[in-house]
């Protein structure tokens, strides 16, 4: 049984635009999602693959993804809620990718804060919902969940680490409580073990504020001529 130390925070209610997912935040203020916001680093690689394949494959590949890796978050978020019947209603893959990750929940998961939670920064300028936050091997920590088709390399998945140190900021904001621990947890097709990749939040926070700033110059609304 997962021990749970909940922290209230402020719900917000979320919009999808031609631009993208925002967050409106208790005080009025529309936010953009730091999955939004970081796209733009992997939008060239994402068009090129999706001319190479095709606009009809890629968007079966895409929604097979999207799907099945909403339906792994949800299966392990029932799991670490303690929900006795947390398989119900899932299919024998989705089983398979939350079983590889199992043992490492039950290994290193600790006390638990919240799980999909909305955050927002008003530093940064961003919000979203961050999968867990939890202790993970005796450690408050940002904790991500992925699904992947394939190995991913550290140098592949820059963008995971700067979403999981956008959430550290975040918390620290909503809660006063600083974490500086970032964990993606990967589950991989084929493969008995998930991918680990434990980082801290202050390696991450330039590249994260840099992109930011990329982002807001391409999506003002004041350009110069």
């Given amino acids: 049984m997962f021990v749970h130390e909940a922290v209230e925070l402020t719900e917000m209610n979320a919009v999808t635009t031609e631009k993208g997912r925002k ?10 999602s730091i999955t939004t916001v970081l796209s733009i680093l992997s939008r060239d690689s994402i068009a090129k693959w999706r001319k190479r ?7 079966r590949i895409s ?14 978020e029932k799991y670490i809620n303690n929900e006795p019947n947390y ?12 079983n590889v990750m199992k043992p490492i929940l039950d290994g290193f998961i600790g006390k ?40 991913k ?24 409580q600083s974490i500086t621990q970032l964990v993606t947890i990967i589950s991989v097709d084929g493969k008995d073990k998930p991918q ?20 807001n110059e391409e999506n003002s609304s004041f350009k110069l001529l």
Avoid at 53 to 59: D, L, P, T, Y
Avoid at 90 to 96: F, G, L, Q
Avoid at 197 to 214: A, F, G, P
């Fill in 23 to 32: 967050y409106r935040t208790p005080e009025g203020v529309d936010l953009p």
């Fill in 87 to 98: 398989k119900e209603g899932y299919t024998p893959d989705i089983i398979h990718s939350f």
């Fill in 153 to 176: 390399k550290r140098e592949w998945v820059k963008n995971y680490f700067m979403q999981e140190a956008a959430y550290a900021v975040m918390w620290e904001e909503r809660t006063g």
């Fill in 112 to 151: 638990v804060y919240a799980q999909e939670a909305p955050l927002y920064s008003n530093h940064l300028g961003v919000a979203g919902r961050v999968d867990c936050v939890a202790e993970f091997d005796g450690i408050p920590s940002i904790i991500d969940f992925k699904t992947s088709m394939k190995p």
């Fill in 196 to 215: 680990i990749y434990v980082e801290h939040r202050d390696n991450w926070i330039n590249s994260l504020k840099d992109t930011i700033k990329q982002y």
């Fill in 53 to 59: 394949v095709g606009e009809k494959e890629a968007n």
């Fill in 63 to 76: 929604g097979k993804a999207s799907g099945r890796g909403t339906r792994v978050h949800e299966i392990t």
